[in-house]
């Protein structure tokens, strides 16, 4: 077993099929199938049964990054310029309410909680500041994914993609700004200008770097013809872009999310099936991603007065981030949706907080407390214990936000529809017959009458026997003196697949395609081959597009 607990396949897979088995239980219950795959990270790991090897967990770092790239990437594809140019004041309002009030509430929470028990004014404000720094933060993989998964469309869930798209930004210029304050407190040997100046880079650095790497993957979505070959240019482009970002020392999240702002913009019509097969791609990436955060939550060996801090950063983070985001909006005049309900939709932590934990104990380890702890080691330890929670609380609270806003079910793709339907919801059932025994001059009759390319031919006992089509007919058009004799029984083809009434639409679709015809006839079913009517890929378009329109 310990072989297995260090096989890096071993993890990949149990992560990829645990995570989708928990997933598909919490749907079952109502729940957002994001927790799945975090149960079945915390069942598998070091909170669990332990049954991967830590070591493995932490040598797939640079995956984790490989995730937050695809996600920053989708992200941006969702921002458009259109978008940002109507609700541009809105999103920065709501951004600066949201970020600094639980920046702010964190701050002197946990500054107040951490004197009380250490006596240490300067080490508790500086705990007190970074704390509040992380709490700005938002998980945009769990809010983007539960957004997803109910298929939300609206001015409130544009809101949501658009915050927790720009939330990381917020996040890093006020954790830089927090910890260098708080190393000046302590009596660290760094300024408040410099911090700045490195942040400005950081940030800077990462829009440039994924706007030049957006010039040159509009230039393959515009130019590359097949469409695998686009996806594997693109995703190659991708991991380039994050190993520079990480060699450069910027944001990841930023960087890709510039890079999906530029395709998106520049080639929004050409861009679309190309982001929809990164999104295809990117599902197992998902997976285990979120697998993986639960793989590495563990919250053993935490004293008591964390419980304490934890229970106030969730409660004023929660609280800082409605009321924020409420304040934003109201101030710009924002939809009624997005005044009630964007708070709701920014309780999830995940990735971007834990990281900078660790990147604050860096900045803040030796430094000692009464007790004997280690500053930096509660900072981690109870950012991890507050991401555990709210990314337990976080997705159904997004959840709810749309659905309170009836945003749900509303971003449905032609896919979608036609997954949902069989072949009798789009089927044309006043199809004239032919008969064996009637003549070729009445079947051109009856096809120059009617809007079809092939007809079902019945026996005398009314089955279908197969199906007469405009290029058998072309054949004859030569000798039309023959038209009287020659019977519809003496030119029938065997219809070269049977579709059934009840069969599932896009498996019929499917047969459609490889077969390379628009209509075939449909049948009671294979039992019973009486037909019913004639499946058309015209009628299918139309009917899917008018359930489309009025889902929006």
């Known amino acids: ?95 600066f309410g949201e970020g600094v009030l639980a920046f702010s509430l964190v701050t002197i929470s946990v500054t107040v909680v951490l004197y009380l028990f250490t006596k240490s004014f300067a080490a508790s404000l500086a705990a007190g500041i970074v704390f509040g720094a992380i709490a700005s933060a938002t998980d945009p993989a769990s809010t983007i994914n539960v957004l997803w998964e109910y298929r939300a469309k609206g001015v409130l869930t544009t809101t949501l993609i658009a915050i927790v798209a720009l939330d990381d930004a917020l996040a890093m210029t006020l954790y830089g700004l927090g910890t260098g304050a708080a190393q000046i407190i302590i009596g660290g040997n760094t300024s408040l200008l410099s911090q700045l100046g490195r942040i400005s880079i950081e940030l800077f650095g990462a829009i440039i770097l994924g706007g030049l790497a957006g010039l040159f993957m509009n230039l393959i979505v515009r130019y590359s013809t097949d469409k695998t070959r686009t996806m594997v240019f693109g995703i190659g482009t991708l991991l380039i872009l994050i190993s520079l970002a990480l060699l450069l020392e910027v944001d990841v999240i930023l ?20 982001f ?120 159904p609270m997004t959840k709810l936000a749309a659905q309170l806003a009836k945003e749900t079910g509303k971003n449905i793709t032609e896919e979608d529809v036609i997954s949902e339907w069989k072949v009798e919801n789009v089927l044309d059932k006043e199809v004239p017959l032919v008969k064996v025994n009637d003549s070729v001059k009445k079947i051109v009759s009856l096809l120059s009458e009617n809007d079809y390319f092939c007809l079902p031919v019945v026996d005398q006992n009314g089955k279908t026997v197969g199906m007469i089509t405009m290029n058998d007919i072309k054949q004859l058009l030569v000798s039309q003196d023959t038209w009287e004799w020659i019977l519809a029984g003496d030119i029938v083809e065997p219809a070269p697949e049977v579709i059934t009434v009840k069969e599932p639409l896009e498996d019929a679709i499917l047969t459609l395609r490889q077969l390379g015809r628009e209509q075939l006839p449909v049948v009671e079913s294979r039992e019973n081959p009486e037909p019913v009517g004639i499946l058309d890929t015209r009628t299918v378009r139309k009917m899917v597009n008018k359930k489309l329109v009025g889902a929006d």
């Open 1 to 95: 077993m310990s072989e297995l607990s260090s096989n890096i396949l071993f993890l990949l897979g149990l992560g990829i099929f645990g995570g989708i088995a928990g997933a598909w239980f919490f749907q079952k219950i109502k729940v957002p199938q994001v927790l799945g795959y975090l149960a079945i990270g915390i069942l598998i790991g070091k909170s669990g049964f332990k049954l991967i090897d830590g070591a493995v967990i932490d040598s797939l770092k640079s995956f984790n990054f490989f995730a937050l790239g695809i996600i920053g990437f989708l992200v941006g594809g969702e921002l458009h310029g259109s978008t940002m140019k109507k609700y541009g004041k809105q999103f920065s309002a709501i951004l």
């Open 255 to 274: 960087a890709s999310m510039t890079l999906g702002i530029v395709v998106a913009n520049m080639a929004p019509s050409r861009s679309k099936d190309f």
């Open 276 to 395: 929809e097969l990164i999104k295809s791609f990117s599902s197992p990436i998902y997976v285990l991603f979120f697998v993986l955060v639960g793989a590495r939550l563990t919250l053993s060996g935490m004293p008591g007065f964390v419980w304490i801090i934890v229970a106030l950063y969730v409660l004023f983070r929660s609280g800082g981030k409605m009321l924020g985001a409420w304040i934003g909006a109201k101030i710009t005049n924002a939809d009624p949706a997005v005044r009630r309900y964007t708070g709701l939709g920014l309780f999830a932590q995940g990735g971007v907080a834990i990281g900078l934990s660790i990147m604050a104990t860096q900045h803040l380890h030796g430094l000692t407390l009464s007790g004997g702890y280690d500053l930096g080691d509660i900072i981690i330890t109870g950012v991890t214990a507050t991401t555990f929670i709210v990314q337990i609380i976080g997705p």
